[in-house]
Nanobody, 128 residues
Framework: QVQLVESGGGSVQVGGSLRLSCTASGHTYRSYAMGWFRQVSGKEREGVAAIDSDGTANYADSVKGRFTISKDNAKNILFLQMNSLKPEDTVMYYC??????????????????????WGNGTLVTISS
């Protein structure tokens, strides 16, 4: 079992920045695919950014060039640096993890499976 706890959400103005953190505990190993997802109420959860066990990162087109995913393997923390925030980025953000051998997230973040562990989310609100 892996427990994930997100933090760092809040309210910022358009063009501002936030850094989300996801702290993992339990059976934490480096060989996990991890990612950030977001969900507007009533809509499907969508992929934002993902990083595999080798450190390869991929991004949704909507955030490419603005968001950066990274991880600190020593501290078991996943980050999402969000810059140039837009009103449409206002949404709940979730951290997820899945064993590298069974999880899959496509390079465009449009399709995924095997992400077995999810945090409870952190809310990001962008005001104009």
């Amino acid at each position: 079992q892996v427990q994930l706890v997100e933090s760092g959400g809040g309210s910022v103005q358009v063009g501002g920045s936030l850094r989300l953190s996801c702290t993992a505990s339990g059976h934490t190993y480096r060989s996990y695919a991890m990612g950030w997802f977001r969900q507007v109420s009533g809509k499907e959860r969508e992929g934002v950014a993902a990083i595999d066990s080798d450190g390869t990162a991929n991004y949704a087109d909507s955030v490419k060039g603005r968001f950066t995913i990274s991880k600190d393997n020593a501290k078991n923390i996943l980050f999402l640096q969000m810059n140039s925030l837009k009103p449409e980025d206002t949404v709940m953000y979730y951290c997820a993890a899945g064993p590298a051998e069974t999880a899959f997230i496509d390079a465009k973040l449009t399709y995924y499976y095997g992400m077995d562990y999810w945090g409870n989310g952190t809310l990001v609100t962008i005001s104009s």
